[in-house]
């Protein structure tokens, strides 16, 4: 990673991300949530529904090559990026997928993410 940019290690981080805001786009969700002074960190997430262990490194790398490309000029500053993998993540070209992730900070940074999700849980 480059030196301006540290990675999320514990789980704490993650869960605090997921309460920040949320951009999904075709390839991934990003999670962005400011970290009080900590500079710009980096968690990537890939759960086992992507596939097995093979392709969800291969999503994992893609990413990390993603945030190197583009979180040291574009990322938020002062604040935690969560990429989470989606199914088609694997397939798509790195090029679309640096404009996504382009155009997620940007919608991050003006503050407009998606609307919250639906709780999960038992329906009445």
């Not at 640096?98 to 999960?120: F, I, N, T, V, Y």
């Amino acid at each position: 990673m480059p030196p301006d940019l540290s990675t999320l290690r514990k789980r704490a981080d993650f869960l605090a991300a997921n309460h920040g805001l949320r951009v999904a786009r075709p390839g991934f969700v990003l999670l962005a949530r400011p970290n009080d002074g900590l500079g710009k960190r980096i968690g990537i997430t890939v759960t086992k529904k992507i596939g097995n262990a093979v392709v969800r490194n291969r999503m994992k790398r893609r990413f990390r090559e993603l945030a190197r490309a583009i979180l040291p000029l574009e990322g938020l500053p002062d604040h935690d990026h969560v990429l989470i993998g989606r199914e088609g993540g694997i397939e798509r070209d790195f090029a679309r997928l640096k404009e996504e992730l382009s155009a997620a900070l940007q919608r991050a940074a003006q503050g407009r993410g998606d609307a919250p999700r639906r709780p999960r849980g038992k329906r009445r």
